[in-house]
């Protein structure tokens, strides 16, 4: 798949997209920003160049433009404005759409997005400009006459070694305008230490041309960020007075400029690209599977080992379980990914709510660094989308409220992530109105998600508005209100095995919690026999371990609640909800399992202990069992079920209910 | 002489090819044919996992070289009494399609007996009175020499199945 150039390209022109969008985003802070200036003109520039090398010619003319326009503020001749980092943001939208779908009925659209750039530059240069800029494909350049441009042309040594003809390029100048090319052999070395591999010479090149400089600089497109280039442009006996005006007229005659490796690449590439290797994912996903397999057979060989008692064989698997560990742990981080990369996608969401809202809104953001499992990252996307817009069209006030409330008109919304154990707890704080109790209920009982005067705790209430078809909006706006979306947000998370939990004081703010299990393909449980078969319980939600003794059992028997220090604690014997058929131990355990703020007792049988867990999805087949997660093969080669604690509290608690309803 | 057959749409079981190679196999002394493209493997009979919640047709889940695979007993799908495995018994492991995705499953077998080549010409539908069990869940049946082979509509027993999950058939 990615040995395909074309999926390589749009791979990389996401990455130049994302990269191009947050120095878009931080110049719109800060429009004297020099490094994000440099930062948004180096993606343009790559995006162009590999859009041109592989095929996509629209993209690269329309692109070009940006560049055109962003070179000029980089060289300080127009300033940074909001009006075009906004056109260039919209420009970057339109790019998307050329890669997506190239072909010409894309024309318009540029046509227009050029205007507006176009404008945005400075309308001063607009009546001459405004058509030809956006139907050219070449750069408005010098059109007036020739000029003469000096060239020092330096590629790296092991430029030959890596594929490149010095000779091609030159011949290519040539084919640029008139040549007169020097060879510079200062740096030759003396014929001992000459290595015949190596590129020893450098050049010097007068160029008489009427194109553009930019233009020069594409000949070199491929090598120019290993290799120094300068481009000077020598005195003219015509220096065209009154050339267009739009930036692209010849500079004065002494402006020297370095297009060195080292200036243009000083964040990406250079030493980090060389160090980085990209791997498509589902390799990831194989290895991971291998490693999982190794696992198991490694804890089938530890108990061999204990049962055989042969000492050597002992160390020898003993030696085999540490690797395998480290092993695992070492995969386990390759699919770590940070956090960072998840937020910023929301900066563009939120600058485009805040315009289309009318609200001044700040997005801050915290624990970037923070690493999550790739798949996680991926599924965690939709429901982070939901809960931001949630924020900001039912929480955040418009600027005159805000301002009548005695708050600052901006509103924050946070997105913040912190690793807690085993999970990561990602939460999305807004400084708005905060949920409005009565409404949520009211809302909930005219939707008939809830009783009229049910008793309900704080958290239940603000629970009902990640319940399907629940909306507060008066009015559906674009954003949200149509009842959809948050429900989303409780499925996602659930099937991540994660939980929410919402805090809101009324008029101060509300703030979402997600936490997560870090990581989706192996778990920490407990083993635990219920019945023949056994089970894993994830060990993130156990909270402890009793037992139940069988005078207990009998006397609890038709309420099934045990007392754990002064609260009543519902608990369910899953050898009858699993139908076991088979007699009760007479030392039953109970392990006390939680969801954030919901407990409940599992009797088991016997708790065999800690158990590290390899998750194997179950087919569709057992879509209805739905009280387990996934499925696990233990050391013998047996598989055991993983309990899914969300939907076995969710039964704990119904019966519970059932329970008050009855009393 | 089998122009009808001809006309008739798309078939799963007889391609463009007038024979298929076919693994016969026993349940409850009627003989079952699976096309042998789809078996992927047969195994001994393994310490199956019983799955609470789940459909009674598949109700159990087996290790097949590491990955978890349902495990299903088209016998209760057929409506045909459950038995105890012997020492003939095995697992057909095969390849289906669920609601569109490729999926192994075990299916349980009394006796697996030879591949051998079934003739289309051999065929014939469902007779659509005198059967005893559900008729959208077999394909055809294939004469061979005094007996009937039965051999199964997958497609339609695991969408189905797959149905009757949806509805919540669980304990």
Same mark, same amino acid.
């Given at each position: 798949?990615?040995?395909?150039?074309?999926?390589?390209?749009?791979?990389?022109?996401?990455?130049?997209?994302?990269?191009?969008?947050?120095?878009?985003?931080?110049?719109?802070?800060?429009?004297?920003?020099?490094?994000?200036?440099?930062?948004?003109?180096?993606?343009?520039?790559?995006?162009?160049?590999?859009?041109?090398?592989?095929?996509?010619?629209?993209?690269?003319?329309?692109?070009?433009?940006?560049?055109?326009?962003?070179?000029?503020?980089?060289? *300080?001749?127009?300033?940074?404005?909001?009006?075009?980092?906004?056109?260039?943001?919209?420009?970057?939208?339109?790019?998307?759409?050329?890669?997506?779908?190239?072909?010409?009925?894309?024309?318009?659209?540029?046509?227009?997005?050029?205007?507006?750039?176009?404008?945005?530059?400075?309308?001063?240069?607009?009546?001459?400009?405004?058509?030809?800029?956006?139907?050219?494909?070449?750069?408005?350049?010098?059109?007036?006459?020739?000029?003469?441009?000096?060239?020092?042309?330096?590629?790296?040594?092991?430029?030959?070694?890596?594929?490149?003809?010095?000779?091609?390029?030159?011949?290519?100048?040539?084919?640029?305008?008139?040549?007169?090319?020097?060879?510079?052999?200062?740096?030759?070395?003396?014929?001992?230490?000459?290595?015949?591999?190596?590129?020893?010479?450098?050049?010097?090149?007068?160029?008489?041309?009427?194109?553009?400089?930019?233009?020069?600089?594409?000949?070199?497109?491929?090598?120019?960020?290993?290799?120094?280039?300068?481009?000077?442009?020598?005195?003219?006996? $015509?220096?065209?007075?009154?050339?267009?005006?739009?930036? $692209?007229?010849?500079?004065?005659?002494?402006?020297?400029?370095?297009?060195?490796?080292?200036?243009?690449?000083?964040?990406? !590439?250079?030493?980090?690209?060389?160090?980085?290797?990209?791997?498509?994912?589902?390799?990831?996903?194989?290895?991971?599977?291998?490693?999982?397999?190794?696992?198991?057979?490694?804890?089938?060989?530890?108990?061999?080992?204990?049962?055989?008692?042969?000492?050597?064989?002992?160390?020898? !698997?003993?030696?085999?379980?540490?690797?395998?560990?480290?092993?695992?742990?070492?995969?386990?981080?390759?699919?770590?990914?940070?956090?960072?990369?998840?937020?910023?996608?929301?900066?563009?969401?939120?600058?485009?709510?805040?315009?289309?809202?009318?609200?001044?809104?700040?997005?801050?953001?915290?624990?970037?660094?923070?690493?999550?499992?790739?798949?996680?990252?991926?599924?965690?996307?939709?429901?982070?989308?939901?809960?931001?817009?949630?924020?900001?069209?039912?929480?955040?006030?418009?600027?005159? =409220?805000?301002?009548?409330? *005695?708050?600052?008109?901006?509103?924050?919304?946070?997105?913040?992530?912190?690793?807690?154990?085993?999970?990561?707890?990602?939460?999305?704080?807004?400084?708005?109105? *905060?949920?409005?109790?009565?409404?949520?209920?009211?809302?909930? =009982?005219?939707?008939?998600?809830?009783?009229?005067?049910?008793?309900?705790?704080?958290?239940?209430?603000?629970?009902?508005?990640?319940?399907?078809?629940?909306?507060?909006?008066?009015?559906?706006?674009?954003?949200?209100?149509?009842?959809?979306?948050?429900?989303?947000?409780?499925?996602?998370?659930?099937?991540?095995?994660?939980?929410?939990?919402?805090?809101?004081?009324?008029?101060?703010?509300? =703030?979402?919690?997600?936490?997560?299990?870090?990581?989706?393909?192996?778990?920490?449980?407990?083993?635990?026999?219920?019945?023949?078969?056994?089970?894993?319980?994830?060990?993130?939600?156990?909270?402890?371990?009793?037992?139940?003794?069988?005078?207990?059992?009998?006397? $609890?028997?038709?309420?099934?609640?045990?007392?754990?220090?002064?609260?009543?604690?519902?608990?369910?014997?899953?050898?009858?909800?699993?139908?076991?058929?088979?007699?009760?131990?007479?030392?039953?355990?109970?392990?006390?399992?939680?969801?954030?703020?919901?407990?409940?007792?599992?009797?088991?049988?016997?708790?065999?202990?800690?158990?590290?867990?390899?998750?194997?999805?179950?087919?569709?087949?057992? !879509?209805?069992?739905?009280?387990? $997660?996934?499925?696990?093969?233990?050391?013998?080669?047996?598989?055991?079920?993983?309990?899914?604690?969300?939907?076995?509290?969710?039964?704990?608690?119904?019966?519970?209910?059932?329970?008050?309803?009855?009393? | 002489?089998?122009?009808?057959?001809?006309?008739?749409?798309?078939?799963?079981?007889?391609?463009?090819?007038?024979?298929?190679?076919?693994?016969?196999?026993?349940?409850?002394?009627?003989?079952?044919?699976?096309?042998?493209?789809?078996?992927?493997?047969?195994?001994?009979?393994?310490?199956?996992?019983?799955?609470?919640?789940?459909?009674?047709?598949?109700?159990?889940?087996?290790?097949?070289?590491?990955?978890?695979?349902?495990?299903?007993?088209?016998?209760?799908?057929?409506?045909?009494?459950?038995?105890?495995?012997?020492?003939?018994?095995?697992?057909?492991?095969?390849?289906?399609?669920?609601?569109?995705?490729?999926?192994?499953?075990?299916?349980?077998?009394?006796?697996?007996?030879?591949?051998?080549?079934?003739?289309?010409?051999?065929?014939?539908?469902?007779?659509?009175?005198?059967?005893?069990?559900?008729?959208?869940?077999?394909?055809?049946?294939?004469?061979?020499? @005094?007996?009937?082979?039965?051999?199964?509509?997958?497609?339609?027993?695991?969408?189905?199945?797959?149905?009757?999950?949806?509805?919540?058939? @669980?304990?």
């Amino acid at each position: 798949m990615m040995n395909d150039p074309i999926q390589v390209f749009r791979t990389e022109a996401s990455e130049l997209f994302e990269q191009i969008e947050s120095g878009l985003l931080d110049l719109l802070h800060d429009l004297s920003d020099r490094d994000q200036i440099d930062a948004v003109f180096r993606g343009l520039h790559t995006l162009k160049g590999s859009g041109a090398m592989f095929g996509f010619e629209g993209l690269a003319s329309f692109t070009h433009h940006c560049e055109t326009a962003f070179d000029q503020v980089r060289k *300080g001749e127009v300033p940074a404005t909001e009006a075009l980092v906004s056109a260039i943001l919209n420009a970057q939208d339109h790019m998307k759409a050329l890669i997506e779908s190239p072909g010409p009925h894309h024309d318009a659209q540029s046509e227009r997005l050029l205007l507006t750039l176009n404008a945005a530059l400075g309308g001063s240069s607009s009546a001459s400009a405004d058509g030809q800029i956006a139907i050219e494909g070449k750069a408005p350049s010098t059109k007036t006459g020739s000029t003469t441009w000096r060239l020092k042309i330096r590629l790296p040594k092991n430029a030959m070694a890596n594929g490149t003809n010095p000779l091609g390029l030159l011949n290519e100048l040539r084919g640029v305008g008139e040549c007169e090319i020097t060879a510079d052999r200062t740096s030759f070395p003396d014929f001992l230490n000459l290595s015949p591999l190596d590129l020893h010479l450098a050049w010097d090149v007068t160029l008489t041309t009427e194109r553009s400089r930019s233009e020069i600089e594409d000949v070199f497109m491929f090598v120019i960020d290993d290799m120094q280039l300068e481009i000077q442009e020598l005195p003219m006996r $015509s220096v065209p007075a009154g050339a267009v005006g739009d930036g $692209s007229a010849p500079r004065p005659p002494q402006s020297v400029e370095t297009v060195a490796a080292g200036k243009l690449t000083d964040t990406k !590439s250079g030493s980090k690209a060389g160090d980085n290797v990209k791997v498509p994912a589902e390799r990831l996903d194989e290895l991971m599977d291998r490693v999982g397999e190794l696992v198991i057979a490694q804890s089938r060989l530890s108990q061999l080992a204990a049962s055989i008692g042969n000492g050597q064989l002992r160390d020898v !698997s003993e030696d085999v379980d540490r690797l395998s560990g480290e092993l695992r742990d070492t995969m386990m981080v390759l699919r770590m990914v940070p956090v960072g990369s998840l937020f910023s996608r929301f900066r563009r969401l939120v600058h485009d709510l805040s315009r289309e809202t009318g609200k001044t809104i700040e997005l801050q953001t915290d624990g970037e660094s923070t690493e999550v499992d790739k798949t996680v990252i991926e599924r965690l996307a939709d429901p982070l989308v939901h809960l931001v817009r949630n924020a900001i069209d039912h929480g955040l006030e418009g600027p005159e =409220e805000r301002l009548r409330n *005695g708050k600052s008109s901006t509103g924050i919304v946070s997105l913040s992530a912190t690793q807690a154990g085993g999970e990561v707890v990602i939460s999305i704080k807004d400084d708005g109105r *905060g949920i409005n109790r009565e409404r949520v209920r009211a809302k909930g =009982e005219a939707a008939g998600l809830v009783q009229p005067g049910a008793v309900m705790s704080d958290q239940e209430l603000l629970q009902l508005i990640f319940k399907p078809g629940f909306s507060t909006a008066e009015k559906i706006t674009n954003l949200s209100g149509r009842g959809v979306g948050m429900d989303v947000v409780r499925r996602t998370i659930d099937e991540l095995r994660g939980t929410i939990d919402i805090r809101s004081e009324f008029g101060v703010g509300s =703030e979402v919690n997600l936490r997560i299990p870090l990581t989706l393909a192996i778990i920490d449980g407990l083993l635990v026999r219920v019945g023949d078969s056994r089970y894993v319980i994830p060990l993130s939600a156990v909270e402890e371990c009793l037992e139940l003794s069988l005078e207990e059992d009998i006397r $609890s028997r038709g309420r099934s609640f045990i007392s754990l220090r002064d609260s009543l604690v519902p608990f369910l014997r899953l050898r009858d909800l699993f139908a076991t058929g088979t007699e009760p131990e007479l030392h039953q355990k109970c392990v006390i399992v939680s969801t954030g703020n919901e407990r409940v007792g599992l009797v088991v049988d016997q708790i065999i202990g800690d158990h590290q867990t390899v998750i194997k999805s179950m087919s569709k087949l057992h !879509s209805t069992a739905d009280m387990f $997660s996934g499925a696990t093969i233990l050391g013998d080669g047996g598989v055991a079920l993983i309990m899914d604690v969300n939907q076995l509290v969710l039964r704990g608690q119904s019966k519970e209910a059932l329970m008050r309803a009855a009393v | 002489m089998t122009s009808v057959l001809e006309t008739s749409r798309p078939d799963p079981i007889w391609p463009e090819a007038q024979q298929i190679e076919a693994l016969l196999f026993e349940l409850n002394r009627e003989t079952f044919a699976l096309n042998a493209k789809v078996v992927q493997e047969i195994l001994d009979v393994m310490p199956e996992t019983r799955v609470p919640g789940s459909p009674s047709f598949v109700n159990s889940v087996i290790n097949f070289r590491g990955k978890v695979i349902p495990l299903a007993d088209i016998r209760i799908a057929f409506g045909m009494e459950p038995r105890e495995s012997s020492i003939d018994s095995r697992f057909i492991v095969i390849e289906v399609d669920v609601s569109g995705e490729a999926t192994l499953v075990g299916v349980k077998a009394d006796k697996v007996h030879e591949v051998t080549a079934l003739s289309r010409t051999d065929s014939e539908p469902t007779p659509s009175v005198g059967m005893r069990w559900r008729q959208d869940y077999i394909h055809c049946l294939v004469k061979r020499g @005094s007996e009937f082979i039965i051999i199964p509509n997958l497609q339609a027993i695991f969408a189905h199945e797959e149905r009757l999950s949806g509805n919540g058939i @669980s304990d």
